[in-house]
């Protein structure tokens, strides 16, 4: 770690160290878990991490969270909350992520309150505010969270520096956005859609993919996977047995999307899940990827 980036995260320990507790919003993402080491370090006990389990949580990842925690030595808890008790939220329009963070944030509070803890704090770094749309953001400031990475002005490549400083294995985790960014905007979000994700995404974790998406086009399964892992995703094998067990978790197709990994690639505005990870917005042209699936006339001879 640089002495600039050294001095940034000395800064935001000092933050931290201000306060006679913290709760925070813990994903077991490369933010959260910074947040989460300097936080203990700041305030020892009085620190916890709290992670939000939901429909929209894979199981994966809330057992990685509570094991990076444990690495971290914090106090993890756990609450439970449904984002699909909101309608706006099910409606998936371009502000689900303001629903969505604006409920599990309050559950974060209410997690502090019993506590007799007064903040709450995010992983929001300061490279998040540049990259276009992010209504998530918008429950941040309304509900006065604090940013330690963002005030002190902390990158997300300065992020992963200084989770290599405190030896965390998340410093090179991709960024792991919500099961509800893989649905197209505008096509509801329910728990059978979730499920199958969830599901589907299983397959290729078990298969050793690392940057990966199944995006549900309302029965069309299209897979990602990052551009050095096109080759894997195209072994006649794992061809067979993602059509086999994704038409059997009610998909009606099962697709491999040529053109490879791209955040957010389904929906019409920047999003980020509750970690500050964002999902982007087009393709590389600028247009949403679901027109390009399901608008666009092919030729037929």
């Not at 791209?262 to 509750?274: I, L, Q």
Request: with cysteine; hydrophobic share 40%; glycine share 8%.
């Amino acid at each position: 770690m640089d002495d600039d980036v050294a001095a940034k995260a000395a800064a935001a320990r000092e933050h931290l160290a201000e306060r006679d507790g913290v709760l925070v919003a813990f994903s077991g993402g490369v933010d959260s878990s910074v947040v989460a080491a300097l936080a203990r370090d700041a305030l020892g006990d009085d620190a916890v991490a709290c992670t939000a389990k939901s429909e929209t949580l894979p199981a994966e990842e809330l057992d990685d969270a509570a094991r990076v925690a444990d690495d971290i030595g914090i106090d993890h808890a756990i609450v439970e909350f449904s984002e699909l008790d909101d309608p706006n939220f099910v409606a998936n329009g371009d502000d689900r992520c303001y629903h969505c963070r604006t409920m599990r944030l309050s559950r974060m509070y209410e997690a502090a309150t019993e506590r007799g803890i007064g903040t709450v704090c995010d992983g929001t770094n300061a490279s998040d505010p540049g990259e276009g749309h992010r209504p998530g953001l918008e429950a941040v400031e309304e509900l006065d969270v604090v940013s330690p990475l963002l005030q002190a002005g902390i990158t997300k490549a300065e992020v992963r520096q200084i989770a290599e400083h405190y030896d965390l294995d998340v410093a090179d985790k991709p960024s792991m956005a919500c099961l509800s960014s893989r649905i197209p905007t505008g096509l509801e979000v329910t728990e059978e859609r979730l499920t199958r994700i969830e599901q589907a995404e299983r397959l290729l974790r078990t298969w050793g993919f690392s940057q990966f998406r199944v995006r549900d086009h309302d029965g069309l399964a299209r897979i990602e996977v990052g551009a050095d892992e096109l080759e894997a995703a195209l072994n006649p094998d794992f061809v067979a047995a993602a059509r086999d067990h994704m038409l059997e978790l009610g998909f009606d197709h099962v697709t491999l999307d040529l053109q490879g990994y791209e955040t957010g690639s389904v929906s019409p505005a920047s999003e980020a899940d509750a970690d500050g990870e964002g999902e982007n917005a087009v393709n590389r042209d600028g247009e949403p990827v679901v027109e390009d699936v399901f608008a666009r006339d092919y030729p037929t001879s």
